[in-house]
């Protein structure tokens, strides 16, 4: 399952120097699930500035669209933490369901998703309330969630049933579940929400899905056990994590072929790219570490120390 207790070798991270300068700003929120932590890296210096303690195993996350909140799943507390990015602290504890671990926030703010691992099923919760509004029942274990940028769909990796759904916000329903590769888990949309990219850890390879009608239009080999995935350069690149042999596999979505793979740290998880839409950021799990890579050059630029077991399943750069 997603908590795995195991002794990390301590490790001595040589940090390298930046090839190329990042552009200002944003804080990225990496989830340390073995020490229960939230690790806050600013990008502009290139390190963690500051780690709050988030009790419940954290692993998965979502920054709100206003950037003012970060939701991260818990799942031994059975729900999430809020935390208030001014006050670098937890301001709630809730609770919605035995096996939270995906977790996305609404295009608008309004809702938050968190998907059950155990129950089968996606609660939908009220930002501002935190109650829930509706639970819907999806495939089984479902894992990844991501909303389209008109905020219309809702789209979830079922793990245990190879399958994906696409949910219609407006009533809360699914309109759709299109079978993909085996094991499912982590999913990324582009920007006009026309594809998705889907990580299917058993059989090594990343389905494309044309989000219309939810159709296979492409199924690409990648390396050992791809968990996530994220989309940089406008949109023309995308980066998979290969968490059994500590790789990125690197694919152009136009001809949707793989044209790099590059060396990262050991057990790859979580990855996310910088607003500025060059620097790709990855969660090391079993280095407890972060590496960033140029998606130009397609070079590691910098490698930062974390919290111990870092995941950062999902969405830790805010929009």
Same mark, same amino acid.
């Given at each position: ?30 989830? *340390? ?27 998965? %996350? ?68 935190? *109650? ?25 990796? &079922? ?40 990580? &299917? ?46 790789? %990125? ?52 630029? &910098? ?17």
């Amino acid at each position: 399952m997603f908590v795995v207790n195991y002794q990390a070798v301590a490790i001595v991270i040589a940090t390298a120097f930046f090839s190329t300068p990042l552009s200002a700003t944003p804080f990225a929120y990496i989830t *340390n699930q073995l020490d229960d932590t939230v690790s806050i890296i600013d990008t502009e210096q290139g390190k963690v500035v500051d780690t709050i303690s988030v009790s419940g195993k954290p692993a998965g %996350v979502a920054v709100a669209p206003a950037g003012d909140k970060v939701y991260v799943s818990t799942p031994e507390a059975h729900g999430f933490a809020v935390i208030d990015v001014k006050k670098r602290e937890v301001i709630a504890k809730v609770v919605v369901s035995d096996g939270a671990l995906g977790i996305a926030v609404a295009a608008d703010g309004k809702r938050i998703y968190v998907a059950d691992w155990y129950n089968n099923s996606v609660d939908v919760i009220d930002a501002d309330s935190f *109650n829930i509004i509706k639970n819907i029942p999806v495939g089984d274990s479902p894992s990844g969630l991501v909303v389209s940028p008109d905020n219309r769909w809702l789209y979830v990796a &079922n793990r245990l049933s190879n399958s994906v759904s696409k949910i219609d916000l407006n009533n809360l329903t699914i309109s759709k579940t299109t079978a993909v590769g085996t094991h499912p888990f982590g999913l990324t949309i582009d920007a006009r929400g026309e594809r998705i990219y889907v990580a &299917n850890v058993k059989s090594d390879d990343v389905t494309v899905l044309e989000t219309r009608r939810m159709l296979a239009i492409a199924t690409i080999k990648v390396n050992m056990l791809p968990y996530a995935a994220a989309l940089a350069l406008n949109d023309s690149r995308l980066f998979v994590t290969n968490q059994d042999d500590g790789s %990125v596999s690197v694919i152009d979505t136009e001809t949707l072929k793989e044209i790099g793979l590059i060396e990262v740290g050991d057990k790859p998880e979580g990855i996310n790219t910088h607003p500025d839409d060059r620097h790709v950021y990855v969660a090391n799990w079993f280095d407890s570490t972060v590496s960033v890579i140029d998606a130009q050059t397609l070079k590691i630029v &910098n490698t930062i120390k974390t919290g111990e077991g870092s995941r950062a399943f999902g969405q830790f750069f805010g929009k």
